[in-house]
């Protein structure tokens, strides 16, 4: 039996609006489809792939255990009936959380969030980003998906923070949830718009390496349309090249680090 595999499964398919709908998609027989569901058979080699690259994992994540794979997956708002998660008080006066909760609303929702990687120079770093309610506050979960080190296989970190509006700024505060050996600050100018499409500013952190130099680099959120599922977003996320023809020249333009000699030395060797 295939217990882990079934259920990661099943929690994949629970992001569509239906089994029938997945089996469309990916040109599969829902009967062969309902055998892996059961757990009594795993798919071969070629199908495996395919059903990772439709959901945007990779095949060792889908066949990890399941309380695991569910952590890594799991970008959505609590269930109606759980119990809401309260947001860190950081520290900070009750008055200024209960303000700094007001006027989130059109900010709700994913983004895929670009900025100069802190660790690999020359490359830009695309992460997911997804704010959620949870009771009375705005937190969010970010997901940083790396490319395997040494022929090894794709890592994640995953960063859990709360969100504020405070006169005319977001600020996003959070910390690396799996080592905790980081904690990041992204101060964001608000949209004025109807609907938030993008977001500039920029993050304060350090970079993932022995050396641990503390950087800060200029940040673009984009926001990603409800047609595309968090499993796909994701799977849009790493590490890319500045002249990837894949990225948008006025993304790249906006997240250069315009710094003059002299100017923020501690970050100049990572440009």
Excluded at 77 to 94: F, K, N, Q
Excluded at 139 to 152: I, K, V
């Amino acid at each position: 039996m295939h217990d882990d595999f079934a259920a990661n499964l099943r929690l994949l398919c629970s992001y569509y609006r239906s089994i029938a709908e997945v089996c469309r998609r990916l040109d599969i027989n829902r009967a062969q489809f309902n055998r892996y569901l059961s757990g009594r058979y795993k798919p071969a080699s070629n199908t495996m792939r395919r059903i990772c690259d439709f959901f945007g994992v990779e095949v060792h994540e889908i066949l990890l255990p399941h309380e695991e794979f569910r952590s890594l997956v799991r970008l959505h708002p609590t269930p109606d009936g759980e119990s809401p998660e309260r947001a860190p008080s950081l520290g900070l006066p009750a008055a200024l959380l209960e303000q700094g909760r007001q006027g989130m609303s059109s900010y709700l929702g994913c983004y895929h969030e670009y900025y100069l990687a802190m660790s690999r120079p020359g490359q830009v770093l695309c992460t997911l980003v997804c704010l959620e309610r949870r009771g009375e506050d705005v937190l969010y979960q970010r997901t940083e998906r790396m490319p395997p080190r040494a022929g090894g296989r794709h890592w994640h970190n995953r960063y859990q923070g709360v969100a504020l509006l405070l006169t005319d700024r977001l600020f996003l505060a959070d910390h690396e949830s799996l080592n905790g050996h980081e904690m990041t600050q992204t101060i964001l100018f608000p949209s004025f718009k109807s609907h938030v499409a993008r977001l500039t500013g920029l993050k304060l952190g350090v970079a993932d390496s022995s050396e641990r130099m503390p950087c800060g680099v200029r940040v673009v959120y984009e926001r990603i349309a409800d047609t595309v599922s968090p499993r796909q977003a994701l799977a849009q996320c790493g590490l890319y090249d500045l002249d990837d023809p894949t990225l948008d020249p006025d993304i790249v333009a906006a997240i250069h680090n315009d710094i003059g000699p002299g100017e923020w030395h501690f970050r100049a060797r990572y440009l």
